[in-house]
């Protein structure tokens, strides 16, 4: 899980950090909307790193359920 979550961290910064970088196309394209809004940055930021979290977490559950040997010798 250590392994996941510093990689979905990276992702969450450099996402971040393109978006701020981004900023002025992204003028363009949003109504009514700064795209440096921190409460819709807060927002995204915490959804995509609960999806990557739960998405990590759920195939390592069912990984450290598995006996080694038995998937080692195809059974």
Known sequence: MSEAFRLILVGLVVGVAGVVALTRLLTSQLYQMEPTDPMILASV????????????YLPGRKASRLDLLEVLRGE
């Open 45 to 56: 930021v915490v959804a995509l790193g609960a999806v990557g979290l739960v998405a990590s």
